[in-house]
């Protein structure tokens, strides 16, 4: 099942997604894809309620399309979580996983301008699984039941400043958190939907040039490990979100480095999950 919020920014309705163009309305069962939504274990009702419903699909044509779940409680990110990335910025491959967070009022959706922020020389673009948690977890036994906390995946685009990130103290959540950082979407995709999700390709193109192309199956820490591995140190809420790190090919593994000006478009995709597309503002 694919999951999707259409409308204005902060009035988005519920849906589901019949096919790439056509849309299942969902609101008048289900407020939100937000934290009471995953927490009360929905997502059967909804797939039942999607079947009953096959032949009410309205296409969805030129409404926007908002992020694919509400603001969440936390967003939380893994850094170098790809050997060739870690390779590529000249940093160690990391025996745990580095935690770092971002503002939830990063999330927007995936079409949404990217702003980059006042000041900024080194506005940065990343193509990131992301992870949205289905119920309340602490201190889960094991990856089979981390597995099972998963409500599905989307495409994040984990938007960073480099120079806030590293040279302003080595603080990395500084770098992360400016407006319009966190394009989220278009879809959250159930895992029986989304198969392998360690054989997933991912892409990113600046303009028409091809800058990032890779694979999930260069993760150093699966998602089933990041779940289990976070919920030994904090509680994960219904609804989170978890960008698990890009593959290679960002700006500031360039050489030289570039980064975002303004005037680009960014389109960034995963296998299954869609893709994303922004204009870049100055």
């Known amino acids: 099942m694919r999951l999707i919020r259409l409308g204005a920014p902060g009035v988005e309705k519920p849906a589901a997604l019949l096919d790439d163009d056509n849309y299942i309305d969902l609101s008048d069962v289900v407020d939100d894809f937000n934290e009471a939504f995953f927490a009360a274990g929905r997502m059967d009702e909804i797939a039942n309620v999607v079947a009953e419903r096959w ?28 050997s060739d990335h870690a390779a590529e910025t000249g940093q160690a491959v990391p025996s745990e ?16 301008d990217l702003q980059i922020p ?13 992870i949205v948690i289905g119920r309340r977890c602490s201190y889960l036994a094991d990856e089979a039941e981390a597995s099972a906390a998963i409500a599905g995946y989307t495409i994040v685009n984990d938007v960073s400043e480099r120079e806030w990130q590293i040279e302003r103290g080595g603080q990395w959540s500084k ?5 319009t950082f966190n394009p989220t979407g278009p879809w959250l995709v159930t895992p029986d939907e989304v198969g392998d999700v360690l054989a997933l390709d991912m892409f990113l193109d600046v303009d028409s ?19 289990h591995y976070l919920s030994q140190f904090l509680t994960l809420e219904p609804g989170d979100l978890i960008n698990t790190g890009t593959p290679p090919g960002v ?8 980064y975002l000006t303004g005037g680009e478009t960014l ?16």
């Open 97 to 112: 996983p580095i935690l770092f967070t971002k503002s939830p009022n990063t999330m927007q959706g995936p079409n949404d």
């Open 251 to 258: 700006g500031m593994g360039a050489k030289p480095p570039t």
């Open 55 to 82: 032949d009410t699909a309205k296409p969805i044509g030129s409404t926007r399309i908002g992020s694919p779940i509400a603001r969440p409680h936390q967003i939380l990110c893994i850094g170098l979580n790809y």
């Open 209 to 227: 040039t091809r800058k990032q192309d890779g694979s999930t199956s260069t993760m150093i820490f699966s998602p089933a490990f990041i779940v």
């Open 118 to 130: 006042r000041g900024s020389v080194k506005t940065d673009w990343e193509v990131e699984l992301g």
């Open 267 to 282: 389109t960034l995709g995963i296998t299954g999950l869609g893709v994303q597309r922004q204009r870049v503002l100055a």
């Open 175 to 179: 770098g992360k958190s400016a407006p």
